[in-house]
């Protein structure tokens, strides 16, 4: 057998398995881990680059989504010695149920919609989650600080391009465009100072709930019964609910231009289940209109070791979309009188 990525060796795989008191003769390789046949069912056997803490929160909240009805996600299995976690020469692993299904790609209007529903039942199970302890995981409160920091980092990386000497392609392109970015930044936290924050994280601190944080396609699987489920809850917070529908909003909003008639339809749909008061709509709002692929992508070109493989293609790509973002934003905020 050999091991997936972050899954090193067949020993390290024999020895967390054995702390689930499982067989590795009943493990095999696939994305993302191991799978193990065991005799209630296959499980997935992951590699976790997040906290014990993170992984204990995680834990909690998915136990809490089942023992609320919601069954579209797959559980966390405690080890022998009742953790949710085994650690094994410094790193994290957790096992989870399998789930049998394909990554749900949405890529046509009623698929986002699915994705939308699936987000909004699960946001509903998870109202009156508290977890056990107080923790570092809280992020309800943070938002200013994050698109501060990002914004900061934007504002970085233009310092650094204006004392290249010989400026690539690339540092042209970015130099030439990157003002319009940091200004959209600005107006983002903008909207966020417009919005009653500080009653919007009391009120979410009062009735509880769970952020998935990364609530996209890579992270739902959609079985051949159309249902459509819900993983990899290693990474979750305390946070507001707009944050997980923003991160949806914005990661599948490129792929259709923008189209601001889908996004009425899909918030439409989205509050027959979870209420939008008004100063949700401008947190919303603010997210949308935060720059996040060009802070992404400066970010890894000028501040990380190694830069984004095809950062010309996909700053291109950022620049050709600016226009329709800006429309769609003018849209939103005359539409929903922000």
């Given at each position: 057998?050999?091991?997936?990525?972050?899954?090193?060796?067949?020993?390290?795989?024999?020895?967390?398995?054995?702390?689930?008191?499982?067989?590795?003769?009943?493990?095999?390789?696939?994305?993302?881990?191991?799978?193990?046949?065991?005799?209630?069912?296959?499980r997935l056997l992951k590699r976790s680059w997040r906290t014990q803490?993170?992984?204990?929160?995680?834990?909690e909240a998915t136990d809490y989504l089942m023992s609320q009805g919601?069954?579209?996600?797959?559980?966390?299995?405690?080890?022998?010695?009742?953790?949710?976690?085994?650690?094994?020469?410094?790193?994290?692993?957790?096992?989870?149920?399998?789930?049998?299904?394909?990554?749900?790609?949405?890529?046509?209007?009623?698929?986002?919609?699915?994705?939308?529903?699936?987000?909004?039942?699960?946001?509903?199970?998870?109202?009156?989650?508290?977890?056990?302890?107080?923790?570092?995981?809280?992020?309800?409160?943070?938002?200013?600080?994050?698109?501060?920091?990002?914004?900061?980092?934007?504002?970085?990386?233009?310092?650094?391009?204006?004392?290249?000497?010989?400026?690539?392609?690339?540092?042209?392109?970015?130099?030439?465009?990157?003002?319009?970015?940091?200004?959209?930044?600005?107006?983002?936290?903008?909207?966020?100072?417009?919005?009653?924050?500080?009653?919007l994280v009391e009120e979410a601190r009062q009735e509880g709930g769970?952020?998935?944080?990364?609530?996209?396609?890579?992270?739902?699987?959609?079985?051949?019964?159309?249902?459509?489920?819900?993983?990899?809850?290693?990474?979750?917070?305390?946070?507001?609910?707009?944050?997980?529908?923003?991160?949806?909003?914005?990661?599948?909003?490129?792929?259709?231009?923008?189209?601001?008639?889908?996004?009425?339809?899909?918030?439409?749909?989205?509050?027959?289940?979870?209420?939008?008061?008004?100063?949700?709509?401008?947190?919303?709002?603010?997210?949308?209109?935060?720059?996040?692929?060009?802070?992404?992508?400066?970010?890894?070109?000028?501040?990380?070791?190694?830069?984004?493989?095809?950062?010309?293609?996909?700053?291109?790509?950022?620049?050709?979309?600016?226009?329709?973002?800006?429309?769609?934003?003018?849209?939103?905020?005359?539409?929903?009188?922000?």
């Amino acid at each position: 057998m050999t091991s997936e990525k972050g899954l090193k060796s067949e020993e390290t795989i024999r020895r967390v398995l054995a702390e689930y008191d499982l067989s590795p003769d009943k493990a095999r390789p696939v994305r993302g881990g191991c799978q193990v046949d065991t005799i209630e069912g296959k499980r997935l056997l992951k590699r976790s680059w997040r906290t014990q803490e993170a992984l204990d929160l995680a834990y909690e909240a998915t136990d809490y989504l089942m023992s609320q009805g919601f069954k579209h996600i797959a559980p966390i299995r405690l080890s022998k010695y009742g953790d949710p976690w085994v650690k094994e020469n410094g790193q994290l692993y957790y096992l989870t149920d399998w789930i049998t299904g394909k990554e749900f790609i949405m890529d046509r209007p009623a698929k986002l919609k699915e994705g939308i529903q699936a987000l909004a039942r699960m946001q509903s199970a998870a109202i009156g989650f508290v977890p056990s302890s107080d923790h570092s995981r809280e992020r309800r409160e943070t938002w200013g600080e994050r698109f501060q920091g990002k914004l900061a980092e934007l504002e970085r990386c233009r310092e650094l391009v204006e004392g290249i000497e010989e400026p690539s392609e690339f540092d042209s392109l970015f130099l030439t465009e990157v003002d319009g970015f940091i200004e959209r930044g600005k107006t983002s936290i903008q909207m966020l100072e417009q919005a009653d924050y500080k009653t919007l994280v009391e009120e979410a601190r009062q009735e509880g709930g769970i952020c998935h944080r990364d609530f996209v396609g890579t992270n739902l699987i959609r079985n051949r019964r159309r249902e459509v489920f819900i993983v990899n809850f290693d990474n979750c917070h305390l946070d507001l609910k707009v944050f997980d529908l923003g991160r949806l909003l914005a990661w599948a909003l490129p792929g259709f231009g923008w189209d601001f008639d889908l996004v009425v339809s899909l918030l439409a749909e989205y509050t027959e289940s979870i209420p939008l008061k008004k100063d949700d709509l401008r947190l919303l709002a603010a997210y949308l209109c935060f720059p996040q692929r060009m802070w992404f992508l400066s970010r890894r070109h000028y501040l990380e070791p190694v830069p984004e493989p095809g950062a010309m293609d996909m700053i291109q790509e950022v620049l050709v979309e600016q226009p329709v973002h800006q429309e769609f934003m003018r849209q939103c905020i005359r539409h929903y009188r922000l």
